[in-house]
């Protein structure tokens, strides 16, 4: 994996307080976080396409990514998906450093919300 991804994903690791295990998948890393939710994220630098998905019993809760396939969304190729289907675009950019910044702090919010 792409070491400023590399990097973007050990820092979430080390400041995100709800982390309780770290799994690295060789395609992607799983983080496990309470309240038993997951967090999965793959970049791939080469492509410039990245998917992180926050995941709780097999639903995914929210997941961002760049797959080209909503082209009239504002900052296309970026949206987020949440758990009833809706999709919206997002603000990430494609750059894991900023990305994930804004990833853990959507997460941050909903998990101190349901504590």
């Not at 590399?6 to 890393?29: E, G, M």
């Not at 760049?66 to 949206?79: I, L």
């Not at 289907?85 to 853990?104: A, H, M, R, W």
């Amino acid at each position: 994996m792409a070491a400023s991804f590399d990097r973007a994903v050990a820092r979430l690791i080390s400041t995100c307080p709800h982390v309780i295990a770290v799994h690295d998948l060789v395609t992607k890393w799983r983080i496990e976080l309470t309240g038993g939710y997951l967090l999965d994220l793959w970049f791939n630098e080469s492509l410039s396409q990245y998917s992180y998905a926050l995941v709780k019993e097999n639903t995914r809760v929210l997941g961002w990514d760049n797959a080209p396939h909503h082209p009239g969304f504002d900052n296309f190729p970026h949206h987020l998906h949440r758990a009833d289907g809706s999709i919206e675009p997002s603000p990430l950019s494609g750059n894991p450093d900023d990305d994930l910044k804004q990833v853990q702090q959507v997460i941050e919010a909903l998990l101190a919300a349901q504590i």
